[in-house]
């Protein structure tokens, strides 16, 4: 099948050699800008996207979906009724209770402010990945009265101690009074494990004890903070939280706070959004600056052309086919330059984590500092949704950038042009 007369004078237009070899070499830096311009914004978004998938599955991880919690910080009154209440929804697949505090963690010389978390170890991996990510040790080390502790690899580096250790955890929100003057509570605990989250906020900051051991530690009487839970949709882990709570509520007369994973990490994930809108904004003004570099390009050719256009104008080609051929010409960049542009993001985001090895090693710079972003890997994640709508952006303009020639074009006199050939 031909193709349209129009389509074969745009591309050999856009092929142009010898004498027009100067307005070829501008066609093809308009198609390699368009090229890094989409390549560019592809790859930035695919990183922001891994990056929030990370944090995300990392808090999912160590969270709970959703969690219960006593009214203004005061343990549960009953979490084995709560808890079995809270089962009887179709759409919680797992409940565990938990105990929770501050304290410091002294080893030797060495001290770190931590979050300690009693867990029941047959629960606790139903709503959490704990079990998968030890290093060292296991999770049924923590056997009620075994004052026995799971430490991240982080802390475990900041308190040089390892499996075996001894570590003292010192509570200063329960001192004592004692005719000494007030003494900090404090406890000697036994490195048990050592887990890797891959999040430096949990592994140089979070600790798991048993929960018997945590409630007399915090004194709760036996009683749990608040109870973590697994559901099946996390997505709408809020309102099935907050559904539980009520159902329990109008039940036993009991006040109960609740949260989820997103609003403990709201300013997180909000940021990242933001961040997202900002940098495709800011990104797609690179792709409209090298779109309308096609202007420039196709003005050039219709002034250079203008011997061929009158020509065909005197054969009696009409005007709207004169500007098909120069909206076709620069449809052609717009399209070759996002295809390079597509090509180039996959292939950038396929070896990015290996292109920012390749840098620090060179320059001897950290580029991504673990106890700043929270990650010690660059991720990456495509969405061929955003990919779909950058081409699309990049091809709208490319398209848009044509009008303006293709109309000049069509408007030119034939005799006033073949007076000066």
């Not at 978004?45 to 990392?58: A, I, K």
């Not at 009696?316 to 996002?338: D, E, K, N």
């Not at 984590?353 to 890997?377: H, K, Q, T």
């Amino acid at each position: 099948m031909r193709q349209p007369y129009e389509l074969s004078i745009a591309v050999r237009y856009l092929r142009a050699r010898s004498t027009h070899s100067f307005i070829s070499f501008i066609s093809a830096v308009s198609m390699i800008g368009i090229g890094l311009a989409v390549a560019v914004l592809i790859v930035v978004l695919s990183v922001m996207n891994g990056f929030e998938h990370e944090l995300q599955q990392r808090i999912l991880g160590m969270m709970s979906d959703a969690t219960i919690d006593g009214l203004n910080g005061q343990p549960l009154p009953d979490w084995r009724a709560v808890r079995s209440r809270a089962l009887a929804n179709p759409q919680i697949e797992a409940a565990a209770p938990f105990v929770e505090g501050q304290a410091m963690a002294v080893a030797g010389e060495a001290l770190a402010g931590v979050s300690v978390r009693g867990v029941d170890p047959d629960l606790e991996k139903d709503v959490s990945n704990i079990a998968s990510i030890m290093q060292s040790g296991s999770l049924a080390a923590l056997a009620p009265g075994s004052y026995a502790m799971l430490i991240g690899t982080k802390l475990a580096e900041a308190l040089h101690v390892g499996v075996g250790d001894k570590v003292m955890l010192v509570l200063a929100t329960e001192a004592r009074v004692t005719p000494a003057g007030v003494i900090p509570r404090t406890r000697q605990f036994t490195v048990a494990g050592v887990f890797s989250a891959g999040m430096f906020e949990y592994d140089r900051g979070l600790v798991f004890v048993s929960f018997d051991d945590a409630a007399r530690l915090f004194r709760t009487g036996g009683r749990a903070s608040g109870l973590r839970l697994g559901i099946a949709d996390v997505f709408n882990a809020r309102t099935v939280a907050m559904q539980t709570a009520r159902a329990i509520a109008n039940e036993t007369g009991d006040r109960f706070s609740v949260s989820d994973w997103t609003m403990r990490h709201y300013t997180y994930f909000r940021s990242i959004q933001l961040q997202k809108t900002i940098m495709f904004v800011i990104l797609s003004l690179v792709i409209a600056v090298a779109a309308f570099n096609i202007v420039s390009t196709l003005m050039m050719v219709v002034r250079d052309k203008r011997g061929d256009i009158a020509i065909l104008r005197s054969f009696g080609t009409a005007p709207r086919s004169i500007m098909t051929i120069f909206a076709s010409q620069g449809t052609s960049i717009g399209v070759l330059g996002t295809v390079l542009g597509v090509l180039l993001a996959l292939l950038f985001a396929w070896q990015l984590d290996n292109i920012v090895s390749v840098l620090e090693w060179a320059f001897n710079v950290d580029l991504l500092s673990e106890d700043v972003y929270f990650l010690a890997r660059l991720p990456t994640q495509l969405r061929w949704g955003e990919i779909g709508e950058i081409c699309l952006l990049a091809l709208g303009l490319a398209v848009a950038a044509t009008f303006y020639p293709a109309l000049s074009a069509a408007r030119q006199p034939p005799a006033e042009a073949l007076r000066y050939e």
